[in-house]
């Protein structure tokens, strides 16, 4: 298979699939909290546009995936539309609002129940990334490597580097630098940095052997000397693996997804205050990217032969979790900014309605709250993937 061909099954494959769990996640949410409070439902979508798969439950519930991988939605029975802005017609009497909750149309249903719904979806999120980190450090612990304990061993090589035209190998260990012996990785940046332009002595050790490089550093941006090499590379022996029971895995995933929502929260606070850019904001094709490159690596990490095919599909699998389990936070927290149209926009209608009684805010309100909610959604997807757009090709700034 052409590697251009392949690399395009990879990274697409790998966002839809990682995708379409975070969506399914969120919208389930939504649907199972719909169904135990007894909200009819017309239609559970993963994706948008046309219909490629569809099949109906015994409860009438259409299921289908569209054609469309970049989000998801619960249509409820008496939707106007699949972002439930509204219902199909207006309610006007007491005895219609009695007639319309018995047959569970969600815009009729108290707010406890309409709340509880909405806010089930990014809820269900961060439930799904607490048990999938959780799984993740049941599965492969936490690594506690003291990085100085470390040979300066090379991962990476890169192409055309000082260290490539020298000969080094990933897999090589650097014993000294100009006769000083080398310890670790950070003793290696700490005696090649002053040197950019100087030819150096190195010995290295390739399996038995121990072999003399001489190897002229060049000079970076930050004006240090860089090899063009990455480290370092510990052995399996070399490793330290934390081990954690089910309790402690737990605890583990709950505090990694707080870890996310905290950094995210204070990010986007920073944003708003001037004290951060926006250049972090990624868009689908900045999540394409992303998704591509963990596969690519996990597929590669368990070497290229067949034999260790299983491996590289388990270290797939782990790494894709691993992506979900970030994206479905993101997902989450996005989706209770109190934005219209989003479901935090929706709690935030809700709780002006309790603050009035029960009376909601006029439709015309609301219709101008959603426009101005699409507006804002719009501009930032736009504004995403033109961040994308620029990192994917500097050239385009």
Same mark, same amino acid.
Do not use: C
């Given at each position: 298979m052409p590697d251009v061909l392949q690399n395009i099954l990879i990274y697409a494959g790998s966002f839809v699939l990682v995708l379409s769990v975070v969506v399914f996640v969120h919208e389930f949410g939504h649907f199972q909290v719909a169904r135990w409070r007894g909200v009819a439902i017309d239609t559970?979508?993963?994706?948008?546009?046309?219909?490629?798969?569809s099949w109906r439950d015994k409860q009438g519930v259409e299921w289908k995936i569209?054609?469309?991988?970049?989000?998801?939605?619960?249509?409820?029975?008496?939707?106007?539309?699949?972002?439930?802005?509204?219902?199909?017609?207006?309610?006007?009497?007491?005895?219609a609002l009695a007639e319309a909750r018995r047959k569970g149309l969600f815009h009729a249903q108290p707010l406890s129940t309409r709340s509880m719904v909405v806010a089930a979806g990014p809820f269900t999120n961060f439930v799904f990334s607490i048990l999938a980190f959780a799984l993740l450090a049941l599965i492969m612990g936490r690594e506690t490597t003291d990085p100085s304990t470390i040979p300066a061993r090379i991962a990476t090589v890169a192409a055309e580097s000082a260290a490539a035209e020298a000969g080094l190998q990933a897999g090589d260990v650097i014993r000294s630098v100009?006769?000083?012996?080398?310890?670790?990785?950070?003793?290696?940046?700490?005696?090649v940095g002053p040197s950019a332009g100087r030819?150096?002595?190195?010995?290295?050790?390739?399996?038995?052997?121990? @072999? +003399?490089?001489?190897?002229?550093?060049?000079?970076?941006?930050?004006?240090?000397?860089? *090899?063009?090499?990455?480290? $370092? !590379? %510990?052995?399996?022996?070399?490793?330290?693996?934390?081990r954690f029971g089910p309790l402690e895995a737990l605890s583990v995933g709950a505090a990694n997804t707080w870890g996310i929502i905290a950094q995210t929260g204070a990010y986007i606070g920073g944003v708003f205050s001037g004290r951060e850019t926006g250049d972090q904001i990624a868009g689908?094709?900045?999540?394409?990217?992303?998704?591509?490159?963990?596969?690519?690596?996990?597929l590669s990490a368990g070497g290229g032969d067949d034999t260790a095919l299983g491996e590289r599909v388990g270290f797939l699998a782990l790494a894709l979790l691993n992506l979900a389990a970030v994206l479905s936070v993101a997902v989450?927290?996005?989706?209770?900014?109190? @934005? +219209?149209?989003?479901?935090?926009?929706?709690?935030l209608f809700y709780g002006i309605e309790a *603050?009035?009684?029960?009376? $909601? !805010? %006029?439709?015309?309100?609301?219709?101008?709250?959603?426009?101005?909610?699409?507006?804002?959604?719009?501009?930032?997807f736009l504004f995403a993937t033109w961040n994308d757009i620029t990192r994917l090709f500097p050239g385009a700034q």
């Open positions: 559970f979508s993963i994706g948008f546009g046309k219909k490629l798969v569209g054609a469309l991988p970049l989000g998801g939605y619960v249509k409820f029975a008496d939707d106007a539309d699949a972002m439930s802005t509204a219902p199909r017609e207006k309610i006007e009497s007491p005895e100009d006769g000083v012996g080398t310890r670790n990785f950070t003793e290696l940046q700490a005696q030819p150096l002595h190195l010995v290295v050790q390739r399996g038995d052997e121990q @072999i +003399p490089l001489q190897i002229t550093p060049t000079r970076a941006a930050n004006g240090r000397a860089v *090899l063009g090499v990455t480290g $370092p !590379l %510990p052995l399996d022996s070399e490793r330290t693996i934390q689908p094709l900045g999540i394409i990217n992303v998704s591509g490159q963990v596969a690519t690596s996990a989450g927290f996005v989706n209770l900014l109190p @934005i +219209p149209i989003l479901d935090g926009g929706h709690l *603050l009035r009684g029960g009376k $909601p !805010l %006029p439709p015309s309100a609301q219709e101008w709250a959603y426009r101005a909610g699409f507006a804002v959604m719009a501009s930032l």
